[in-house]
């Protein structure tokens, strides 16, 4: 069964660096998502992309993150400089069809980044 | 705006007795529901969802899950707990239309041998 890849798993930063995460999709699916994941609470979504274009970047916080999904395949977030309330799960999942309606979302195993 | 409230953190059961996890929600119309399955370190696994017909679904791992619009509820249940169900279980409720989930905070399942 395909599964949406991701890595690294674990990623341990000081504050002030630069992370990145990266996530590839299952085949074939034309939406991907970023979410983070704070201990305790339930997935928030970051970003949204349909193919290589943002659809919904509402919540991502532009002053340190940004992503991108160059040729609407992998996707790369990035958080730059890092602080210590980014620890958290970062959740990429991905969809068949080109968002909206009865679209299902498939998760990745997501990275579990610690700032100190 | 849609939201989703889980009103149970934790929830003990022994092995092989029922379950029933609680999710209501919020939202104008009739949403989209799921419920996914977060095992220790791992992503989500959707066990099922709702999007209109039938309000009694059926998902994998033999759990099933009524939407009661009258309650605005998504419970969640199995008859007969397993310890490897133990895990965290998120209710999400998706705006028809575009669909973003909205994710309850979760409820952690604990299996008692």
């Known amino acids: 069964e395909a599964e949406v890849a991701q890595s690294p798993r674990y990623k341990i930063t000081e504050k002030s660096q630069a992370v990145a995460f990266w996530c590839d999709p299952i085949s074939g699916h034309a939406t991907l998502y970023w979410y983070r994941q704070i201990l305790g609470q339930g997935p928030e979504l970051l970003v949204q992309f349909q193919d290589e274009s943002v659809v919904d970047d509402s919540q991502l916080p532009k002053d340190r993150f940004s992503a991108e999904r160059l040729k609407g395949v992998d996707s790369t977030l990035k958080i730059q400089p890092a602080e210590l309330g980014d620890s958290a799960m970062y959740l990429c999942?991905?969809?068949?069809?080109?968002?909206?309606?009865?679209?299902?979302?498939?998760f990745g195993p997501g990275t579990r980044l610690t700032v100190l | 705006a849609q939201s989703v409230t889980q009103p149970d953190i934790h929830i003990t059961v022994s092995e092989g007795a029922s379950l029933e996890l609680r999710c209501n929600y919020s939202?104008?119309?009739?949403?989209?529901l799921f419920w996914y399955v977060q095992s220790p370190g791992q992503g989500l696994q959707l066990l099922l969802k709702y999007f209109s017909g039938d309000t009694l679904v059926q998902g994998i791992k033999g759990f099933e899950a009524e939407f009661k619009r009258s309650q605005s509820s998504f419970n969640l249940r199995k008859p007969s707990v397993h310890w490897s169900d133990a895990a965290e279980y998120f209710c999400a409720v998706g705006e028809g239309g575009s669909y973003i989930p909205t994710f309850g905070r979760g409820t952690s399942l604990i299996v008692h041998p």
């Open positions: 999942a991905s969809s068949l069809r080109r968002g909206g309606g009865t679209d299902t979302q498939y």
């Open positions: 939202y104008g119309a009739t949403p989209y």
